[in-house]
């Protein structure tokens, strides 16, 4: 049994939390934050984190694994920020899989990815490191999705079509085959994409079209 320190103490690490209470290779046994955030989240079984700072003197590198357990703030720089110092401090960044996630790619899967329960990867999918696919999502062949993205529940990226870097798709969202989605683009939820997108640009409604803010400005003002 693995023991894991999850790298997050809100939403996302509380579900993750519960999700590998039930999964008998994995024991998690602490939460990781930056000292900025160490009072803000919380976790069920948890009653504090960790500092960044003062976990290598707590928890050993040589005697567990990270599991990323944060969420999709300012466009996933965020998680990709933690992601890249832990690696920098020694930790190995687990590549976690639900067991009823369905995997039929045999690309390796990027390291520090998770897989939550009744994804479907099809044959020859690539994912990138750091990626969110959350559950009930499809991701049809020869498609592929680039590092620190986050893909919604219930989101179809369709055959062949490829999701750049840091970007963000919303629930139920689709991508139709062989488009491309620009690095660092917000995909609203429910949007259909029949176009290439550009790199920053944001489409929330249904017919995906492009709003005049990039995505950098939408995260600044509206949050995503």
């Known amino acids: 049994m693995k023991k894991v320190i999850l790298a997050g103490n809100a939403t996302t690490a509380d579900i993750l939390n519960s999700y590998l209470a039930h999964d008998d290779r994995y024991e998690v046994i602490g939460l990781a934050v930056d000292d900025d955030y160490v009072e803000r989240g919380s976790v069920t079984g948890f009653e504090s984190s960790i500092t960044l700072s003062k976990l290598k003197d707590t928890h050993s590198p040589r005697d ?27 930790y190995s960044i687990e590549t976690y899989v639900h067991p009823d996630a369905n995997i039929y790619s045999d690309h ?88 290439d997108t ?15 803010f990039t995505s950098e400005e939408y995260v600044k003002f509206f949050g995503i």
């Not at 990270?66 to 933690?82: C, E, F, P, V, W």
């Not at 550009?198 to 005049?212: D, Q, Y």
């Open 64 to 90: 567990c694994v990270i599991i990323m357990a944060m969420g999709y703030d300012d466009l996933n720089k965020t998680r990709q920020s933690m992601f890249q110092r832990l690696k920098k401090t020694g």
């Open 108 to 195: 390796p899967l990027g390291e520090g990815c998770v897989i939550l329960p009744s994804a479907v990867i099809e044959p020859h999918v690539r994912i990138g490191a750091n990626t969110m696919i959350w559950s009930n999502t499809t991701l049809a062949h020869h498609c592929s999705v680039a590092e620190n993205c986050w893909i919604a529940s219930g989101a179809v990226i369709s055959g062949k079509a490829h999701i750049k870097d840091n970007c963000f798709i919303g629930v139920n969202a689709t991508i139709v085959n062989g488009k491309t989605v620009g690095e660092y683009c917000v995909i609203g939820g429910g949007v259909l994409i029949t176009k």
């Open 198 to 212: 550009k790199p920053s640009s944001v489409h929330l409604s249904r017919s995906g079209e492009e709003l005049r």
